[in-house]
């Protein structure tokens, strides 16, 4: 008996002193929300003065961390897609300038991690829902050759929608994907899940109205301009639902095609902002914001879920920008510009970022940061570990998530790109400007008579100066150069983290926005 009872207390004495293992942190489940054409000043978290009422908004931000010195990569939609997913800078690819169409060839090759396919590679199941815009590959009719276009009803001629679609999403690492091609205003207006069109195109509709707006071109009979936006954020909160007991998280890509043309916001919300129909429309994109927070916490993963939600630029002349601004209401702010432009309304945006058990609630951060980083904030929650060919212009943003993390800095410089291909680039509160003018769509635009006296680069110091107003260039010609070598740099090594030098992709044109590297 006395041997059983020394035995029994040894081996409780032995047990008991290992130590349990470690439990495993959960990794959170990731959502990105990204709004198209959506400006700095519509959202009065970040613009007190706005006139549209965005109180679902406002409350993600008041339960996360506001981030006021946030911008896209781009002031259009395309380049900023293509650096969110990547990593890496949008010029970097062989698109230089403009967008990419709804018939366009896929801009990210198989051969790039993106953010979904690092996740993947981690146990992430992955979603894409909503405007890809990146460029997809359609079947073409027996005996067609793909002719570049899109921009004119009769340039679909030739494809075959009957036909599986080649490079989608899907080949990019999301297991799910579901959207249509282009922006809502391009054609073919066909919802395409995971390779394959939902409905054959059977009629051709177009749109003539002031915001309602959209190109002529082949239509799905269950493509209802008016229902997408309600139609990608119902699927949404369904993949919410379905997925918020599995036990592998989830990254969810929620792409509106929203407030971007066409604006078109339902009978229920028509009048309701007191603005045009883009306040309207805001409105609407305000309440399903709510709805997702809500399901969030209905499903019991609010906790451990990151939340982000941006804009892939700035507010666009087609949503009335000027008459906004005579009704009291200022989409960019007190920044210059909007869409399209090198200046601040063209690429800073409202960024948002909510996880409950990482960001303290009520937060905001003042560091510069990118659309870019989204890349490596990703890797670096699922412990992926980025190669020399990963990511290479992304930062993440973990270290600033903990309110109480001082860095000394956070990156060396940003870079922003126009429409037209036109560079910028910010170092503190410096930002240099390489064209004349807005190297977008604000005067004075590129080629008008007005640049012809103008100097060659813009340089301002937005702690001064946020409406960019005053250029210093001719009296800061040192800080001028320093800028200009680092942009230098960041093309020639291609990247801008630290790492091995890399290559830009093959380019057959004149680059002539490099122009300051001949200098």
């Not at 293509?82 to 801009?107: F, P």
């Not at 981690?122 to 050759?145: P, Q, R, S, V």
């Not at 369904?238 to 043309?261: C, D, R």
């Not at 490596?376 to 993440?396: F, N, P, Q, V």
Request: proline share 7%.
């Amino acid at each position: 008996m006395q041997f059983k009872l020394l035995l029994i207390f040894l081996l409780t004495v032995i047990f008991g002193s290992c130590s349990a293992p470690p439990t495993e942190v959960k990794r959170p489940n990731i959502i990105f929300i990204l709004a198209d054409d959506l400006g700095y000043g519509d959202i009065k978290a970040f613009n007190s003065g706005s006139k549209i009422p965005t109180p679902n908004i406002d409350q993600l931000a008041s339960e996360g961390m506001r981030f006021t010195d946030a911008h896209s990569t781009s002031a259009v939609c395309t380049p900023t897609r293509y650096a969110l997913l990547t990593g890496r800078y949008n010029w970097r690819s062989s698109l230089k300038s403009g967008v990419l169409t709804g018939k366009s060839k896929a801009l990210i090759p198989k051969t790039r991690t993106t953010v979904a396919s690092l996740l993947k590679s981690k146990g992430y199941e992955t979603a894409f829902i909503g405007k890809w815009h990146l460029g997809w590959d359609w079947g073409l009719k027996d005996g067609a050759e793909f002719q570049d276009g899109g921009w004119n009803s009769a340039d679909f001629d030739q494809i075959d929608f009957k036909k599986p679609v080649r490079n989608t999403p899907n080949d990019l690492g999301f297991d799910y994907a579901y959207g249509h091609s282009g922006s809502l205003d391009m054609a073919p207006y066909i919802y395409v899940e995971n390779g394959e069109a939902t409905a054959q195109p059977y009629k051709v509709t177009i749109d003539e109205g002031e915001y309602s707006w959209w190109r002529e071109g082949p239509t799905s009979p269950d493509f209802i301009h008016e229902e997408v936006t309600p139609n990608f954020f119902d699927r949404s909160l369904k993949y919410i639902q379905t997925k918020a007991n599995q036990e592998n998280p989830f990254f969810l890509y929620l792409a509106l095609p929203s407030p971007h043309t066409p604006i078109l916001p339902p009978k229920k919300w028509q009048g309701k902002s007191g603005l045009l129909p883009y306040g309207d429309f805001m409105m609407m994109i305000d309440d399903y914001i709510g709805k997702l927070n809500q399901a969030l916490k209905d499903a019991g993963i609010d906790q451990n879920t990151l939340v982000v939600f941006t804009s892939d630029n700035g507010c666009s002349p087609a949503a009335g920008f000027d008459k906004l601004i005579e009704m009291g209401h200022f989409p960019s702010s007190h920044f210059r510009g909007h869409k399209a432009d090198i200046y601040e309304g063209g690429h800073r945006v409202p960024f948002i970022a909510k996880w409950p058990a990482t960001i303290k609630e009520g937060t905001v951060r003042e560091e510069t940061i990118s659309l870019v980083d989204f890349f490596a904030t990703a890797a670096a929650i699922a412990k992926y570990s980025l190669s020399d060919t990963e990511g290479e212009d992304s930062y993440s943003l973990i270290p600033l998530f903990d309110i109480e993390n001082k860095p000394s800095s956070f990156r060396e410089a940003t870079v922003f790109h126009s429409i037209e291909g036109s560079f910028a680039i910010r170092k503190g509160d410096w930002k240099l400007i390489f064209a004349k003018g807005s190297g977008g769509w604000s005067f004075p635009r590129p080629g008008d008579p007005a640049e012809a006296d103008l100097p060659e680069v813009q340089l301002y110091n937005l702690a001064n100066d946020p409406g960019e107003t005053t250029n210093l260039e001719a009296a800061e010609s040192e800080r001028v150069e320093e800028l200009t070598q680092i942009m230098i740099r960041y093309i020639k090594e291609g990247r801008s983290t630290p790492g091995i030098p890399q290559s830009n992709d093959t380019y057959d044109g004149e680059w002539k926005q490099t122009w300051f590297m001949e200098r």
